[in-house]
């Protein structure tokens, strides 16, 4: 069994985590990932798997963070992004590929499966930015902070270290920015149609 989880299991106060880190979950969806982690790794056959932010399509069209950042710039809407909030985000063809692979290698235990660059919210918006607008879609962003926001409390880096899972795929995971930048932009459903190229 192969069990997604999440970077979030972390509280973010250090960035760069292992799997023998501790987790310090602040939300009530991390704390119920933590506990299905522990259920899941009674039986050391299983695979946990913890992933960051996952750049995806999905046939509703809003569910990958992505999606979600696109409709809003077509809604008209500006973003603001924290610089102080980092992440490790992964496409999720590259997910896909990783958990096929660690599948046939009966892997058990823990591993970290995310994208190679540590990367702010904000550099993430940049890097989708930048390649839609090279498409004709306004993308209007600013940065923000943390400290100024009042929501649920937010973990402020909760980059991973993915070299455990590295070693064992034949392929090497990219970096968030270096991927989009390589020519493999995101696509970005509406009634089928696709903005950005291909993914």
Known sequence: MVFLSTDLVFDGQRGGYGEDCAVAPLSIYAETKV??????????????VRTSLNHGRSTTADRGF????????????????????YRSPIPAEHTARALWELLGKECGGILHLAGAQRLSRWEIGCALAAILEGEGLSCPIEPGTLRDYNGAPRPPDTSLDSSRAQALLGFRIPGYAEWLAAGSPPAFPESGSRCGGQR
Request: glycine residues 2%; proline residues 3%; negative net charge.
């Open 66 to 85: 992505n999606e979600e950042m696109v409709r809003a710039w077509r809604a008209g809407r500006t973003l603001q992004l924290f610089r102080d909030e």
């Open 35 to 48: 506990e299905a982690e522990q259920w899941v790794l009674r039986d050391p056959r299983h695979l946990v």
